[in-house]
């Protein structure tokens, strides 16, 4: 697979454009998952993930073969979600209602906000109420779990896509756990 | 809620990593058999884990490749080029020194299309001939540009034509060298000779001056 990725990358290189094609398709799934996971719509994690393949694409020279390219890949995409997530925090507390965006549904909008009452809570589907506590967490935190439990990465893999120690990745790991279980054990009624 | 060592938590927390030795295994199980609490905790985490990873696959829509590549920079036809010199530096440092060279010597080639000559003395110019008249004696070398020469009396000293040509009477005497030069390679080959000449010139005159 990587020696498939490292020849497709080189084409690449030669200006073939074409070989980018082939890399999309063997990654687009996984960049889309992620960006589903920390952006919580459809609509936006397509546009992430889109606008990570076309800075992969044009950075690509920077990239060093020796190492995974699905690293390299992941990193694109996690800090171009966290920039989208720290710049639309701040939209929903100036304006609950998004206008005319075709595809926002209502999770990626209580995302920033608090507490739902419980009455809505009750009313989500699992999916919904996986995505919603998810989207819930401190951006660090949810990266973290994202790509632990979502993508089934390794701890290693981890510490290498967001580019720090692999005991501060435990960390939040862990941190992240534990703010779940603290988020869900107000309300049990999920399981 | 307990008074347990943190130290149990972190123990719960490898056990999820999946890094734990047999040793931390054995104290944390032991622990949680004797405390409900903690046993309460470790079930709470386990159930985040299992609530997680319920998370079901979501795929990228069908058209996402196409998205994708309609979404890519058109490469200009330039970028070919500028490809080839991000990954032959030393090679595009040579070539762009080489156009520069090159360009400033056609330049001068080019530009000096006027007629012009060594001025010396006994000489008559017709439109754009240089003629030594039968019976003169020009002493020096005699340059012409752009011009023939018609030489019926003695040249003492080297002749050198530049995109022209020469007549020579049956009377005429050239005691240097004569050299015609009408084409961009003899151009450039004369340019060199005269800077090493110049240069040699140079390096005479700095001996006599010691």
Known sequence: MDALVNKRVKQVLKGDKDAFAEIVDLYQHRLFQVCYRMLGNRHEAEDIAQEAFVRAFINIHTFDQKRKFSTWLYRIATNLCIDRIRKKKPDYFLDAEVKGTEGLNMYSQIAASDDLPEEELMKLELQDRIQYEISRLPDKYQTAIVLKYMEELSLQEISEILELPLGTVKTRIHRGREALRKQLSKQPHYL | ?210
């Open chain 2, 1 to 210: 809620m307990n008074a347990c060592p943190e130290r149990i938590v972190h123990l719960m927390h490898d056990y999820l990593d999946g890094e734990i030795s047999r040793e931390h295994e054995l104290e944390l199980k032991s622990h949680l058999q004797s405390c409900v609490d903690c046993q309460a905790h470790m079930h709470e985490l386990s159930d985040v884990v299992a609530f997680v990873k319920g998370a079901a696959h979501v795929e990228a829509p069908s058209y996402f490749t196409e998205s994708v590549m309609a979404r890519l920079p058109k490469e200009k036809s330039h970028a070919g080029v500028s490809r080839w010199f991000r990954q032959h530096p030393v090679l595009s440092a040579a070539a762009l020194f080489l156009l520069f060279m090159s360009s400033t010597i056609f330049t001068n080639f080019n530009d000096e299309q006027q007629f012009s000559f060594t001025k010396q003395e006994n000489v008559i110019i017709e439109g754009e001939t240089v003629i030594i008249p039968k019976g003169q004696v020009v002493k020096g070398d005699l340059v012409v540009k752009n011009g023939d020469v018609q030489i019926d009396g003695e040249l003492d000293g080297d002749l050198t034509i530049i995109n022209g040509s020469k007549y020579m009477a049956s009377t005429a005497v050239i005691t240097g060298k004569t050299e015609e030069i009408n084409q961009v390679f003899d151009w450039l080959w004369f340019k060199i000779k005269d800077g090493a000449k110049e240069v040699l010139t140079l390096f005479e005159r700095d001996e006599e001056a010691e």
